[in-house]
């Protein structure tokens, strides 16, 4: 049993981060990272991405995506959920700014999840359908929620859960750094307390998209960060491995390094 998650206790992550082309797609526009904090100012933070948009473009917003949001994560002061929208927001505006200046690349966007974890707590950061959960004693929660009309109409009651799983309009994503200036990311303004044996993932739909809960619970739970997600992508892969897969696993422990003071 995972002790209750204690306010204050220090926390250190062991990550891994993995992506795969997948067997269909002929390149990955998926971006996956995980940057750990240098100072105490600031923690680490874990982010996937997956591109959309064709001929390479899907790619390029993945990218411009990432490398925004890390930039800003360790550039930007103040407290992280303020922190984590101008990240998000200024990623966007990036993503405007080459579309306005590339023409050849109009209708391209990203998804992005984040995690910005700092001693033993943890903020999301989401827009789109990649998606971030929380294993804690066996169980697996969906800490993100997916902004597509089928996730949309499923919450409303319109779709059942079968019907979900086979609509022609499963594809459709309502939101997405990208899709215009007034994007509506989810921001926490409080973050979750995390304990020792916590395991956090992060995904495209490459890999929830093919691979159970269950299942993406047994193996988190049971395999080291990097062995979990190699078996993760493996299980993708031969349930189809229709798009491109990413991963990020991040297993929280006990920091027992002393913590110095100074009167």
């Not at 789109?128 to 969906?142: C, F």
Request: proline fraction near 5%.
């Amino acid at each position: 049993m995972t002790p209750a998650p204690q306010p204050g206790q220090r926390l250190r992550f062991d990550a891994a981060v993995l992506t795969d082309i997948g067997l269909v797609r002929d390149q990955n526009e998926d971006r996956v990272l995980y940057e750990k904090g240098a100072s105490d100012n600031r923690g680490s933070l874990a982010l996937v991405a997956d591109g959309m948009g064709g001929h390479a473009a899907g790619e390029v917003a993945s990218r411009i995506a990432a490398e925004t949001v890390c930039r800003v994560f360790y550039e930007v002061d103040g407290p992280l959920p303020k922190v984590l929208r101008t990240a998000f927001a200024t990623a966007n505006a990036e993503i405007l700014k080459w579309i306005k200046t590339h023409p050849e690349c109009a209708g391209m966007g990203t998804t992005c999840t984040a995690l910005a974890l700092d001693d033993s707590e943890g903020w999301l950061a989401h827009i789109g359908d990649s998606r971030a959960y929380l294993l804690r004693d066996g169980l697996l929660s969906q800490l993100s929620e997916d902004q597509t009309l089928v996730a949309q109409l499923l919450r409303e009651g319109k779709l059942t859960k079968n019907q979900a799983r086979h609509s022609p309009v499963s594809n459709v994503i309502l939101q997405a750094l990208g899709m215009g200036p007034d994007i509506e990311p989810v921001i926490w303004e409080e973050p979750l307390t995390l304990a020792s044996g916590d395991t956090l993932i992060l995904c495209t739909d490459g890999l929830s998209g093919l691979v159970s809960d269950i299942e993406i619970a047994e193996i988190a739970g049971r395999l080291a960060p990097r062995e979990a997600g190699t078996a993760l992508i493996a299980a993708a892969n031969e349930a189809g491995g229709h798009d491109n897969i990413s991963v990020a696993i991040i297993r929280a422990a006990a920091d027992c390094r002393p913590h110095i003071g100074y009167a």
